[in-house]
C-alpha cells in the first residue's frame, strides 16, 4: 500500500468514526426525551358521566392526547369525583386540579361579568357569532381581564357553541307571563335575575341535581339544555311538557380551563396544539349535537311521548325587557360587567345586521321539502 492510500485509508476510518458516533447520539436522543415520561393532567367536568357535556370534555382530551402523541395525557373526571360542579374555578385556580370542563355562567358567583359569555339573549347574536366576538372582537383580552381581577390563576379557552336552549320543562304549558308568579323553578347565571324578574322562586342547581329535586317536589320546573342531556338526565320521567325558544340562554359555549401555572410551563409546541384542538373540539361537538340532538328531540316525541310547545312571543319579549334592566343595574355596580357589555354591543350591531341582511331564512325551504304541503319526494 502507498503512502497515498494510507492517508485516505486513515481518512476514511476518521469519517466512519464520526458518523457512528453521530449516529448514536440520535438514537439516544428520544431515549432522553423519553425517559422524561409524558405530562399527566388530572381535569374534572361539571357533568355528570352520562351526560353528553362529559362526553364533549371526554373528546377534547383525546384529541389533545393524539395530537400529542401521548406526551400529554391529560384524564377527565365526572362532576363531584374531586369537587362540587360549581367548585370547579376554585380548583382549577388553585391547583387541585390541573384543568376542568364546564360553562361560565357556574362561575357567576365569583364574578357576574362571566356570565356574560352565555348567559342571555346575546344582543341577537347565536353562539357562533358570540365566539366570533370573542376571538376578533376584544373578548379574549376583556376575560383575561375579568379573571385577574377575581385572582383566577387560570387560562380559560371558551368553545362549542351550544344551540338555543328550552326555556324548560314544566307541568303545564307556559302561556303568559303571570304563569311563573311562584314558581319554583331552576337555572344559573344572569337567567337566575331574568326568571326572578318574571316572578319565579329560583334555584341554581348543578345539572346532575334537577331531576331528582323535580321528582322530589323541591322544584316545580328547570331548565338545562337540549334534547340529548335533558333526556338521559332523566327529564321526560318527571315531566311530558317542554317549552323550547327561550333568550334567557341563546348564545352559551363551554369552557375548557388550565391552572395558569401548570399551562405557562408547557412548552410552546404544546401550547399550540392545545389551542388548535380547542377549535378543532369546538366544530366536532357543533356536528355531534346536531347529529345527536335531532335524533334524541324525535325519540322524546315518538318514545317519550313528550309534547313541546313555543315559547309565546309575549314571554319572549318580557324576558328581554328584564334582561336590559339587569344589565342596566349590574353595569351601575360593577365596571368591567359595563366594558363588556359595551364591547358585545358594539360588535353585535355590526354582525348581526349582516347576517340579517344576507343569510336566507330556512323556513321557507322546510316547509317546501317537509312541511304539510310538500310534495313527496321518492
Not at 409524558?38 to 374534572?44: D, T
Not at 362561575?107 to 370573542?134: E, V
Not at 362549542?160 to 307571563?177: A, D, E, H, N, R
Not at 344589565?327 to 360588535?347: G, H, R, T, Y
Request: hydrophobic content about 40%; aromatic content about 10%.
Amino acid at each position: 500500500m502507498t503512502k497515498s492510500n494510507k492517508g485516505s485509508t486513515s481518512s476514511r476510518r476518521r469519517f466512519l468514526k464520526v458518523a457512528a458516533a453521530g449516529a448514536a447520539a440520535s438514537v439516544a436522543a428520544p431515549t432522553i426525551v423519553s425517559a422524561q415520561g409524558p405530562i399527566n393532567m388530572r381535569w374534572q367536568s361539571t357533568w355528570p358521566a352520562k351526560d353528553i357535556f362529559h362526553e364533549y370534555a371526554l373528546d377534547y382530551a383525546k384529541k389533545v392526547n393524539d395530537m400529542t402523541g401521548g406526551d400529554l395525557k391529560i384524564e377527565v373526571l365526572p362532576a363531584g369525583a374531586v369537587v362540587p360542579a360549581f367548585g370547579l374555578l376554585d380548583a382549577v385556580s388553585k391547583g387541585t386540579l390541573d384543568g376542568g370542563h364546564g360553562v361560565l355562567v357556574y362561575h357567576y358567583g365569583k364574578q357576574t361579568a362571566l356570565a356574560l359569555w352565555g348567559s342571555g339573549p346575546g344582543y341577537a347574536m347565536d353562539a357562533n357569532m358570540l365566539l366570533a366576538w370573542h376571538k376578533y372582537g376584544g373578548g379574549k383580552e376583556l376575560l383575561a381581564k375579568l379573571y385577574a381581577s377575581i385572582g383566577a390563576n387560570v387560562v380559560s379557552f371558551p368553545y362549542g357553541p351550544m344551540p338555543t336552549q328550552p326555556l324548560g320543562w314544566f307541568k303545564k304549558p307556559m302561556s303568559k307571563v303571570d304563569d311563573f308568579q311562584g314558581l319554583k323553578f331552576r337555572t344559573v347565571g344572569i337567567s337566575i335575575d331574568v326568571f326572578t324578574g318574571l316572578g319565579a322562586a329560583v334555584n341554581a342547581l348543578p345539572g346532575g341535581e334537577i331531576v331528582s329535586a323535580m321528582d322530589r317536589g323541591l322544584l316545580d320546573a328547570a331548565e338545562f339544555n337540549n334534547a340529548t342531556s335533558d333526556r338521559v338526565l332523566g327529564f321526560t320521567d318527571v315531566s311530558k311538557i317542554c317549552m323550547l325558544q327561550s333568550y334567557h340562554q341563546n348564545a352559551e359555549q363551554f369552557e375548557i380551563m388550565f391552572n395558569k401555572t401548570k399551562y405557562d410551563a408547557l412548552p410552546d409546541k404544546m401550547k399550540a396544539i392545545i389551542s388548535n384542538a380547542v377549535e378543532a373540539a369546538s366544530q366536532d361537538m357543533s356536528w355531534k349535537a346536531i347529529d345527536r340532538y335531532s335524533k334524541d328531540y324525535e325519540e322524546m316525541q315518538t318514545k317519550d311521548k313528550v309534547k313541546f310547545y313555543k315559547t309565546p312571543d309575549s314571554i319572549l319579549q318580557k324576558q328581554l325587557e328584564i334582561y336590559d334592566q339587569v344589565v342596566e343595574k349590574k353595569s351601575a355596580e360593577n365596571p368591567l360587567f359595563k366594558e363588556i357589555v359595551e364591547s358585545q354591543l358594539a360588535f353585535a350591531k355590526r354582525a348581526t345586521q349582516w347576517e340579517n341582511d344576507t343569510v336566507v331564512n330556512r323556513r321557507m325551504a322546510y316547509n317546501h321539502y317537509f312541511g304539510p304541503n310538500a310534495k313527496k319526494k321518492t
